[in-house]
Structure formats: C-alpha cells, structure tokens
C-alpha cells in the first residue's frame, strides 16, 4: 500500500500562534479587558471591522505572545508566520514568530505582499501599520532592513513604480536611500515620499501624503556621502 504523506500539526497548519483569537467578530471576545483595549488601540490607527478581517488580524490572551495583537503574514492566501504587536504596558513592542513555529521565515516575507504584488506600483514601508494606512499596494519590511530574499521579489515583480515611504527622521532617510540604489534599475521609477521628522504613514493615517524628492540622483548623494 502507498505511504500517506505525514500530516502536520493543527496548530502548524494553520501557523497561528496557539491561543490565536480573532478579533473580528466581536462576541467571543466581549467580556476580555484586553481585547476592549486591542480594539482601542486599533481605532486609534483608524483600523476597524474592515481591517480586521482584511488583515486577519487577531489576539493572544495567554503564552509568549499573551496580550499582543498577532499580524499574520501570508503567502498565496494562507498564514505562513506572524508579528507580534503589543498594545500596552513595558516589553518589546514587537515580536516575530520564532523559526520553529513558523512555516516561512519572516525575513523571506512582506506583509501584504499577495495583494500588492498585483499591481503597477509599490509602496514600500517599515511597518505593518504604517502598510496598512497607505492600503492595498503597500507592503512592510517588517523593520527598516531589506533582506536578500525580500529584496529578489522586489526587484523582480516588474513594477512601473516603487515608492519609498520610510520613517522621516534623518535614519529613515538613509535607509530610503539605500534601498532606493537597490530598486534602481529593477522598475520604471524610483521615489522617495519625504515624511516630516519624526512621522511614519501610520501617524497620519488618511492623510499620508509625503512629498516626492524631484532631485533624485542629488538627494541620494547627499545622504550616502
């Protein structure tokens, strides 16, 4: 008789953390403390029932990811690995699934990647929330490093035009400007959307405008001198 192919645990099917719940519908969680002060946090992002179940987003009320927002991060529609968002208290602010609970690295991940790589222009961020507020082409470096992996489907989607929206400090700048030299070349037009110092697309949620550095090539060399 043929062999049946080993099938893995429910809990690495799904790639969620073990006490994952999620945050949309609402009645599960009603009588949660924690989860009334997720919903809190989000509203005050400008997200609600729509993103919620867009992203998928859910709550950890036990275990290492206890009282953090879980951000799953898909490939081809399913949850391959998360991030780890907490809402309130000391601790770090995010934590990423480890290499034994997660089906893909998130260091050959983008958030959002399976929605924006369907169309003609990119939107490149550091964070999960500052993609979300830019929508449905922007995607999350899930931190200001682009890693090799990342940067392969980048550059080799093809893209018309890729847009840099990193922090606005002079650090988010730089950083800009680095990886801007690596999307040179690999699509039609490379800009950077200069944010005021010190703001990210999520701190201006509806109204992430940023202004385009016309100067490229200048503006470049002056920040890698």
């Known amino acids: 008789a043929q062999e049946r192919p080993q099938e893995a645990p429910v809990g690495r099917q799904r790639c969620l953390p ?3 719940q999620p945050l949309w519908p609402r009645e ?16 005050r992002r400008g997200l609600g029932r729509a993103e919620i179940l867009l992203y998928r987003l859910g709550l950890c009320l036990e275990g290492r990811y206890a009282n953090r927002i879980i951000i799953p991060l898909l490939q081809a529609g399913q949850p391959v690995a998360w991030v780890a968002r907490k809402f309130f208290g000391p601790g770090l602010r995010y934590l990423s699934a480890g ?5 893909v690295p998130p260091a050959k991940l983008l958030f959002n990647w399976d929605s924006a790589s369907q169309g003609s ?7 999960v929330f500052d993609a979300m507020a830019l929508g449905s082409q922007a995607v999350a470096l ?3 490093q682009l890693h090799p ?9 093809g893209f018309a035009r890729i847009e840099l929206w990193l922090d606005g400090d002079q650090t988010g700048q730089r950083k800009a400007a680095a990886l801007a030299q690596v999307c040179q070349g690999a699509c039609g037009e490379v800009v950077i959307k200069q944010m ?3 703001q ?4 201006s949620r509806g109204q992430a405008q940023g202004e385009e550095f016309p100067t490229f090539h200048r503006y470049i060399q002056g920040l890698v001198q």
């Open 18 to 20: 073990e006490s994952y």
């Open 200 to 203: 990210d697309p999520s701190s």
């Open 28 to 43: 599960p969680l009603q009588g949660s403390l924690f989860a009334q002060q997720a919903w809190e946090y989000l509203a």
């Open 121 to 127: 222009c990119l939107q490149i961020t550091e964070g």
């Open 99 to 103: 290499k034994t609970e997660c089906l």
């Open 196 to 198: 005021l110092s010190g």
């Open 142 to 144: 899930l931190g200001a």
């Open 149 to 157: 992996d990342q940067a392969r489907m980048i550059t080799g989607q």
